[in-house]
C-alpha cells in the first residue's frame, strides 16, 4: 500500500512539472488605457509575441486610484476595462489593478514578466520613485543569479578541460619528448647537409669565374698590339688574316 501511495505521490509531482514546463509564459502590462487607440493595441501586441506561447494578463487601475494619481478620464474604469477585453491580443483582465506592483501580487498571478516602458513611472508616494522599481530590481538580482550561474558552469567546464589536457599531458609526456628530440635532430642534419651544398656551390661558381678571368688575360698579353691584324675561331683554331 505503501509502496502504490509512493508511486502514485511521483507521478503526480512529474505531471505536475511537466504541466509546468509546457505551460505558457504569463506577461503582465498595466497601464490606464484611456480612450484605448492602435498605440495602446500595438503595445499589447508586442508584449503578446514576447514568447511563442504568451498569455498576456493586463492590468488596469480603477477611476479612484486612477483620478487620485494621475488625473481625470474620458472613459469610465468599467468602459476601459471592455475595451481592453475586446483587443486581441488580450488573454486575460485584472480590474482594479494595483498602482505599484509587488512581490504579493506577482505570485498571486503567477506572473513570469512584467511588460512596460523604459522610462520611469512615478508612483503614488510623491518622491518620484519608479512603480516598477521592484520589478526593475527584481530583474536585476534574477539577471545576477542567472550569470552568476553560468559563470560557475564555465568555470566547471573549464576545470574539466583542464584536467583532461593534464591527464594527457602526463600520459604523452615521454612520447612528445622523444618526438621532440628526433625532429630537432632531423632538422640540424637537414640545415647542414644544406649548407655543404650551398657552401661547395658557391666555391665552384668561384673557381668558375676565376678560370674565365685567368683565360682573358693570357689571350690579352700573347696578342697585344696584333689584334688589328689576326684573329682566331674559338672553335677550330685556325687563323684567319684581314
Known amino acids: ?32 488605457y484611456d480612450l484605448f487607440h492602435f498605440g495602446h ?16 494578463v493586463v492590468g488596469c ?17 468599467q468602459e476601459r476595462y471592455e475595451s481592453l477585453r475586446h483587443c486581441r491580443w488580450v488573454d486575460e483582465v485584472i480590474p482594479d489593478a494595483p ?27 510623491g518622491a518620484g520613485k519608479d512603480v516598477y522599481e ?9 539577471g545576477l543569479k542567472k550569470f552568476r550561474e553560468k559563470v560557475k558552469k564555465q568555470q566547471e567546464i573549464v576545470g574539466e578541460k583542464i584536467q583532461v589536457v593534464a591527464k594527457t599531458a602526463r600520459v604523452h609526456r615521454n612520447e612528445w619528448v622523444e618526438n621532440a628530440d628526433r625532429l630537432v635532430a632531423g632538422f640540424l642534419e637537414m640545415f647542414e647537409e644544406r649548407c655543404h651544398k ?22 690579352y698579353d700573347r696578342y697585344d698590339g696584333d689584334s688589328d691584324e689576326y684573329y682566331y675561331d674559338d672553335d677550330t683554331g685556325e687563323e684567319y688574316s684581314d
Open 1 to 32: 500500500m505503501e509502496e502504490e501511495k509512493a508511486k502514485k505521490s511521483s507521478r503526480t509531482v512529474e505531471a505536475a512539472a511537466e504541466e509546468e514546463k509546457e505551460r505558457p509564459v504569463r506577461v503582465y502590462a498595466d497601464g490606464i
Open 41 to 56: 493595441a500595438r503595445s499589447l501586441e508586442q508584449a503578446k509575441k514576447l514568447f511563442p506561447n504568451t498569455y498576456l
Open 61 to 77: 487601475c480603477n477611476d479612484e486610484m486612477t483620478h487620485r494619481y494621475k488625473g481625470k478620464t474620458v472613459m469610465t474604469d
Open 99 to 125: 498602482w505599484v506592483i509587488t512581490q504579493e501580487f506577482l505570485d498571486k498571478h503567477r506572473i513570469d514578466y512584467v511588460a512596460h516602458d523604459s522610462l520611469p513611472y512615478a508612483d503614488a508616494s
Open 134 to 142: 521592484f520589478e526593475k530590481r527584481l530583474r536585476v538580482n534574477m
Open 198 to 219: 650551398m657552401g661547395t656551390a658557391i666555391r665552384e661558381r668561384i673557381q668558375e669565374k676565376l678560370t674565365k678571368r685567368q683565360l682573358i688575360g693570357l689571350m
